[in-house]
Structures are given as structure tokens and as C-alpha cells.
């Protein structure tokens, strides 16, 4: 059964950072991407950031150049690294495990099999 669990949410100002960890259990880590995804109160879920099984990232415009995304796949988790925080980004994170095994970085929400509890990030402005 694959579990995927969120941390490292929580209060931050704006204009700073925040580190966000996955991990993982079920799945044979190393050969599936995996993404970010986010979701405010009344909105779709929308992707921030995919890392293919061979360590290939993919951005949202909205977080390009600010975001960092990576894997270890010794420990099964997958990080993102969030800089310049907005006001605007406070909402609920979710990481999940992408459709493969293997394939590129994906954007596509639909391309997402399994999905972690969320982890609540607030931007305090």
C-alpha cells in the first residue's frame, strides 16, 4: 500500500522559506516521479513542481526560480524548497506519487496516483 506523508508545513513570513519533505513507503521509489501540488479553499488543486525518476524537475511558472525540487531515493523522500514566499501561496501542500513507473516530470494533476494528507503552509505578510 503506498503512503506518502507531508512535513515540514507551518508559519512563515513573507519573504521567506520554507522546506517541505515526503515520504514515502509502498513503492519502489526510485523508478516513479513524483509532485507537489497545492489547493486553497474553493480551487482546484494545482501542480507546483515534478521530478522524474531520474531526478528531472519541472516548475510552475508561478514558482520557477524560487522553488527547488529534489529526491533522495535512499531515504524514499522527496523535498521541495520554497524562497520568497507570498501571501498569496498560503494553502494546503500535497505531495504525490505520479503516474509510471518512470516517464518525465509531469504538470497534469490527472497524472497522479496516490496523494499524501497535505501539509498547511501559511505566509504571514
Known amino acids: 500500500q503506498v503512503q506518502l506523508t507531508e512535513s515540514g508545513g507551518g508559519l512563515v513570513q513573507a519573504g521567506g522559506s520554507l522546506r517541505l519533505s515526503c515520504a514515502a513507503s509502498g513503492l519502489t521509489f526510485s523508478t516513479y516521479r513524483m509532485g507537489w501540488f497545492r489547493q486553497a479553499p474553493g480551487k482546484e488543486r494545482e501542480f507546483v513542481a515534478s521530478?522524474?525518476?531520474?531526478?528531472?524537475?519541472a516548475y510552475a511558472d508561478s514558482v520557477k526560480g524560487r522553488c527547488t525540487i529534489s529526491r533522495d531515493n535512499s531515504k524514499n523522500t522527496v523535498d521541495m524548497q520554497m524562497n520568497s514566499q507570498k501571501a498569496e501561496e498560503t494553502t494546503v501542500y500535497y505531495c504525490a506519487r505520479q503516474n509510471g513507473p518512470y516517464g518525465s516530470a509531469c504538470r497534469r494533476t490527472g497524472e497522479s496516483g496516490y496523494w499524501g494528507q497535505g501539509t498547511q503552509v501559511t505566509v504571514a505578510s
Open positions: 521530478i522524474s525518476w531520474s531526478g528531472g524537475p
